[in-house]
């Protein structure tokens, strides 16, 4: 309540309660435009942040043309400590690219298309006799004809004695899914449009009819699910070379399965994914779970020893913990925050904290690219070299920031982002294989994230396990350099007849070469 000068009293010890009443009050009204503050600026960040998002490039890379556009003190003036040599780069030889339209392969088939002046126009104007042919223009146009689609087949001969007591058929080869309409090139077209090409499975069911044939998005759906079990002993070897490696990257994505046992088909699923193996035969793996939990990562790196590089997620921190794995960060996930924190700032160009940050950051991904030809020894001792006084300099930057910025803020949230998983993040510097982030593993995932766009759902537990195999399988085989539709092909051809642990191992993407399912 208010006073007035009139109805101060007059006793000096009712004056000093009064005193201390008001002092208390202006504490209690200053911590609350504090917080006031904090959350006008939470909430204008944010705003800044979904228009960036809404509008602006989604790119995170930066230019030293931008740099120079932040006025902040700490971005352009380094101290005397941090102050750089001028950086010499050698630009190797290059041969310039012929610019203006590409010239069509070589391997393609040509069909020549003949021109020739008329009968009448073969003379001269001027002086009446013939012409006589001295060259021709060649020109190229690329035309396509609709897929060839054909019926097989498959006549199988009886024989019988003259007793009547033995007739014997000849017989039919294994199929991928006996007695149905599946060949192995038809399986492998509709697993390569779903999978690879993002296709829906009723939308390949409306191009199936406008040529003629009546395949029920049902039946489509089966042959899936067949196929997915087809594979599985595919998979479980490559699982097993996969854990033998010690290196892996893990990321895992949302997926919504309708009929789910004990759950609503609004809920949430999700298809983590495990990138590895050697790096001239690497290994990708897709495997459903229906949460999200820690004993995800404990089934699936059963056995699994050395380096387990993920994003800041900490349901990889107990299969660390029980592994005894070294936990290797993502640095483009602390540059993403960074830069969210620059977009945030909308308009205002003095995003120092946050600007001063990626400009380091874009250092050691230039000393990334520098690195990237070398051997995993020589790329150790570069990194060292290059790398680490570069992360030295980031580290005391962080130490210095952090009591300078709201914990709450968009630079203060990817502040203690990159101070709690600094340990992560540095691990990179301690083996020339590793990466300095998971993008190899994000970039893995993109093709499902696209197909959910299209697709929307899987169905069943069955369905979504089945493409959690068949994207596995086509993800491996590009990885090897494998056109994906000519190595299912060949899969579903050679697998059904493969007897033992060897037969399988020799369909494995790293043992088929493209020679083997050249079409």
Known sequence: MKTSPNQLPNDI?????????????????????????????????????ALALRFAASSEKLSSDQIRLFDEAEVEALTD?????????????????????????????????????????????????????????VSEQLDIVPAKIQVIRHIRKQ??????????????????????????????????????????????????????????????????????????????????????????????????????????????????????????????????????????????????EGYLQTDGYDGYNQVVASNQLTHVGCMAHARRKFSEAVKSQGKNKKAGKAQHALTLIQKLYRAEK????????????YRQDHAKPILDKLRRWVDDSLPQV?????????????????????????DGRLNIDNNLAENTIRPFVIGRKNWLFSASVPGVKASANLYSLIETAKANGLEPYAYLRYIYTQLPSAQTVGDIEALLPGSVTAEHIKI
Not at 115 to 129: K, M, S, V
Not at 370 to 381: D, G, V
Request: hydrophobic share 35%; charged share 25%; with cysteine.
């Open 81 to 137: 400590d941090e102050a750089e040599p001028d950086e010499i780069v050698e630009v190797p030889a290059h041969t310039r690219k012929k610019r203006g339209r590409k010239k069509l392969p070589d391997t393609l088939p040509r069909v020549d298309v003949v021109y020739e002046l008329p009968a009448e126009d073969q003379r001269c104007p001027h002086d009446g006799q013939s012409l006589a042919e001295v060259g021709e223009v």
């Open 406 to 430: 709201l914990p709450g803020s968009t630079a203060g949230k990817a502040l203690n982002y990159l101070n709690n998983e600094w340990d992560k993040l540095i691990r990179y510097l301690d």
């Open 159 to 304: 024989y019988a004695c003259n007793c009547g007591q033995c007739i014997k058929t000849a017989s039919l080869p294994p199929q991928p899914i006996p007695k149905s309409l599946a060949s192995p090139g038809l399986l492998a077209h509709v697993t390569v449009s779903k999978y690879q090409d993002a296709l829906p499975l009723y939308r390949q069911e409306i191009i199936l009819q406008r040529i003629g044939v009546d395949i029920p998005r049902a039946t489509l759906a089966n042959w899936m699910i067949k196929a997915g079990t087809l594979i599985q002993p595919l998979i479980n070897l490559m699982r097993d070379q996969l854990l033998a490696y010690d290196i892996v990257q893990m990321d895992e994505t949302t997926v919504q399965v309708l009929k789910e046992q004990d759950k609503s088909a609004q809920s949430k699923s999700y298809l983590w994914l495990q990138r590895g193996g050697p790096p001239d035969q690497p290994i990708i793996l897709f495997d459903y779970a229906p949460g999200r939990g820690a004993g995800v990562p404990l089934r699936l790196l059963d056995g699994f």
């Open 13 to 49: 010890e009712s004056l000093k309660v009064l005193v201390a009443e008001q002092a208390s009050r202006n504490t209690h009204l200053e911590q609350e435009n504090a917080r006031i503050s904090a959350k006008v600026l939470s909430l204008q960040e944010q705003l800044n942040l």
């Open 370 to 381: 520098q690195a990237k030809p070398l051997s995993p020894k020589e790329r150790f001792t």
